[in-house]
């Protein structure tokens, strides 16, 4: 269960993406999803790390050694329009990384992330939303539990939204 000092701090970076114009809902789920995919990936190399180094025995990485500058943990200290470029950067970049993490074969990860697009406007507010999300797996998340409950907090914003007339049913939706 989230707390009212958890769901202030997901408003918070919300109101962050709401303010650089990004009026869609399902806009700023989709993007921070991604962005909490990308520090989980980094999360997973780390525990890797972490193992080799007590057992001595080498582990299947995510990241190869010219792909460490794609990992949260690097690239979140450098400058705001340095982590823009490296976001957006179409063959080397961050997003082209997960779109392509399992190359191009028909797996069900390659078929939801070849459309993943970044889309946050400005440097400064994805440097505000990663500083926001570092705030809460560093103090707030404890668990995949907590991860469910803040995904059903932003889902929730998007029936918020419906009333408020602020949402719109995208194309596939309406399709299907």
Same mark, same amino acid.
């Given at each position: 269960?989230?707390?009212?000092?958890?769901?202030?701090?997901?408003?918070?970076?919300?109101?962050?993406?709401?303010?650089?114009?990004?009026?869609? !809902?399902?806009?700023?789920?989709?993007?921070?999803?991604?962005?909490?995919?990308? %520090?989980?990936?980094?999360?997973?190399?780390?525990?890797?790390?972490?193992?080799? +180094?007590?057992?001595?025995?080498?582990? +299947?990485?995510?990241?190869?050694?010219?792909?460490?500058?794609? %990992?949260?943990?690097?690239?979140?200290?450098?400058?705001?329009?340095?982590?823009?470029?490296?976001?957006?950067?179409?063959?080397?970049?961050?997003?082209?990384?997960?779109?392509?993490?399992?190359?191009?074969?028909?797996?069900?990860?390659?078929?939801?992330?070849?459309?993943?697009?970044?889309?946050?406007?400005? !440097?400064?507010?994805?440097?505000?939303?990663?500083?926001?999300?570092?705030?809460?797996?560093?103090?707030?998340?404890?668990?995949?539990?907590?991860?469910?409950?803040?995904?059903?907090?932003?889902?929730?914003?998007?029936?918020?939204?419906?009333? +408020?007339?602020?949402?719109?049913?995208?194309?596939?939706? %309406? +399709?299907?």
């Amino acid at each position: 269960m989230i707390t009212g000092e958890i769901k202030n701090k997901i408003d918070n970076i919300w109101q962050k993406l709401w303010a650089a114009g990004m009026a869609n !809902p399902l806009t700023c789920i989709e993007q921070l999803s991604y962005l909490m995919f990308i %520090r989980s990936l980094d999360d997973i190399e780390i525990e890797t790390e972490q193992k080799e +180094n007590m057992m001595g025995i080498k582990g +299947n990485h995510i990241f190869d050694e010219s792909r460490q500058k794609l %990992r949260w943990s690097k690239f979140k200290n450098l400058s705001p329009d340095e982590i823009f470029s490296l976001m957006k950067d179409e063959k080397n970049g961050i997003f082209a990384f997960i779109k392509n993490m399992h190359g191009n074969n028909e797996s069900a990860f390659a078929k939801f992330m070849k459309d993943a697009a970044f889309q946050i406007p400005a !440097p400064q507010v994805l440097v505000n939303v990663i500083t926001g999300l570092d705030e809460l797996y560093e103090n707030d998340i404890q668990d995949q539990d907590m991860l469910g409950d803040i995904y059903e907090y932003m889902l929730d914003k998007l029936s918020a939204s419906g009333q +408020n007339g602020q949402f719109r049913t995208p194309a596939q939706i %309406r +399709n299907l």
